[in-house]
């Protein structure tokens, strides 16, 4: 049979305070009595069993108060981890609207590694574009030329500049002519695995059939920093 209040931490707590109160009152009142015993020869030992019952009295409350003393731990763990669990969904949630408010970016390193890995192709032409108005592509547009200027690869800078009558981009596409040549889609392949791969960590898509100016341009399309990005 559960003691009164033991489901309720409130009423736990309280009647645990309560009882480790009248603990040290009784205690209290022990000393007083038992020094009382000592001054009132006559009545000494009726003083000194009212201290008797006082220290029962004490040590009863004391008992009493034990299982309080362990339930209240037991709610103030749960209390804690439930804390913790509340304060780690709340980082999360601070991670995700952080990377959501957060732009994409190729740091100097990175950079300079996707350079590294491109510089084999050397003298080829790229066209970067991406939405007029979007800022934030045309800034991480901004440091992908950078690292294929490292590479010696030709960036024709057409940021802002997206085709109006295509749909609209998420991430960052790379594109070439259907019936280009092969060491161009070979190009493109390579420009989407050092892109998207443990370099450039940017969201890029498969390789499209989507028509180029001409046959032997690549294009890269920075387009709207998807949403999966903010998760």
Same mark, same amino acid.
């Given at each position: ?12 707590? *309280? ?18 009595? !038992? ?26 409350? #004391? ?9 209240? +731990?037991?709610? *103030? ?31 100097? #390193? ?23 108005? !979007? ?13 294929? %200027? ?6 024709? +800078? ?24 092969? +060491? ?13 791969? %443990?370099?450039?960590?940017? %969201? ?28």
């Amino acid at each position: 049979m559960p003691l009164p209040g033991w489901n309720s931490p409130i009423s736990v707590r *309280s009647i645990h305070a309560f009882l480790e109160v009248s603990a040290l009152l009784c205690f209290a009142a022990l000393v007083v009595f !038992d020094v009382v015993a000592h001054f009132e020869t006559k009545r000494k030992r009726l003083f000194e069993r009212i201290a008797l019952i006082f220290f029962a009295l004490a040590v009863l409350a #004391e008992i009493v108060a034990y299982p309080y003393s362990k339930r209240n +731990d037991e709610f *103030s763990t749960g209390e804690i981890a439930r804390l913790n669990k509340v304060a780690e969904a709340e980082r999360l949630a601070r991670v995700r609207l952080e990377a959501a408010i957060a732009g994409r970016e190729l740091t100097a #390193e990175q950079q300079r590694k996707i350079g590294a890995a491109l510089e084999k192709f050397s003298g080829r032409i790229v066209w970067l574009r991406s939405y007029p108005g !979007d800022g934030e592509a045309k800034r991480l547009g901004i440091q992908v030329k950078t690292a294929l %200027d490292l590479a010696h690869i030709k960036v024709q +800078d057409r940021l802002e500049e997206m085709y109006s009558n295509a749909p609209l981009i998420f991430g960052i596409e790379v594109v070439c002519a259907a019936n280009g040549i092969r +060491d161009q889609r070979h190009f493109a392949r390579a420009l989407i695995a050092t892109l998207s791969g %443990d370099v450039g960590k940017l %969201d890029v898509h498969p390789l499209s059939e989507f028509a180029c100016p001409s046959e032997g341009i690549t294009e890269i399309h920075i387009g709207v920093k998807p949403a999966a990005l903010a998760k």
